[in-house]
């Protein structure tokens, strides 16, 4: 069973930076995509930052330029850097991986982490 551990959200100033780990049971290479979602308090759950397998990055508008998704060299953690924080970023943030394999998608989630960002 997969698991995928989110840490390193917290209370923030506006303007601050965080980063956010993410620690999974296995390499991250094994997926087809790891990535970043945030849920804001009565809102839908949405899209934040993808890293695919080969590298490729892409990001919400909201946060293009601001956050950075990276890896570890050793392949089982991601990384959102979060800068130039705003309270519109106050959310919980959630940990995806995404595996495509015989024709069938399955999906994992951690089980989020805090960042609230004051005024």
């Known amino acids: 069973q997969v698991q995928l551990v989110e840490s390193g959200g917290g209370l923030v100033q506006a303007g601050g930076s965080l980063r956010l780990s993410c620690a999974a049971s296995r390499s991250i290479f094994s997926f087809s995509s790891v990535g970043w979602y945030r849920q804001a308090p009565g809102k839908q759950r949405e899209f934040v930052a993808v890293?695919?397998?080969?590298?490729?990055?892409n990001y919400a508008d909201s946060v293009k330029g601001r956050f950075t998704i990276s890896r570890d060299n050793a392949g089982n953690t991601v990384y959102l850097q979060m800068n130039s924080l705003t309270p519109e970023d106050t959310a919980v943030y959630y940990c995806?991986?995404?595996?495509?394999?015989?024709?069938?998608?399955?999906?994992?989630w951690g089980q989020g982490t805090q960042v609230t960002v004051s005024s």
């Open positions: 890293l695919n397998r080969g590298g490729s990055t």
């Open positions: 995806h991986a995404g595996l495509d394999f015989n024709f069938q998608r399955s999906d994992y």
